[in-house]
């Protein structure tokens, strides 16, 4: 499995925990990398996977493919969303999974609030609130087929598969 923007590796380890073979975590913070490799270890998962530090939209021509690939809580941090959506979408042979906001205007408000008052305070961190049609349409165009989605008041998960032949 591929875990982009994996963070401290809870999606990856529990579904290395579960059964998962092998799985491969890229972030673009060192911190949260050290985290998840630690984590890792103690769980015994370390010979399992790899750790990448960097932008997954640059790293991408390097990224192998993987039966599995997840986006938790990602989408919404970066600033090219079809960039990340499109070559991530790619490297799914089989599953595709992100959790992402839901699209409503008082999220994309919110958004719009929250990068000012960052901007104001010199955060780096812009919340980026995208159309979910605009997501749904990348990734079917990668070749994938929606099968799940689920809301909740913030955020929704959507799993997609590779149709078989």
Known sequence: MLDIGAGVGAVHLELLDAGAAAAVDVDASPAYVAAAREEGARRGHAEQVRYEV?????????????????????????????????????????????????????????????????GVFGARLRFHAHRTADVDRLIRGAGLEPRFLRRTVFWQVAVYERPTA
């Open 54 to 118: 960097g932008d997954f939209v640059a790293a991408a021509p390097e990224v192998s493919p993987a039966d599995a690939v997840v986006l938790d809580r990602v989408v919404c941090c970066y600033g090219d969303m079809a960039a990340l959506v499109s070559l991530s979408a790619e490297r799914a042979r089989r599953r595709y999974g992100l959790v992402y906001p839901i699209d409503r205007w008082w999220i994309r408000g919110g958004a719009a609030v929250a990068n000012a008052l960052g």
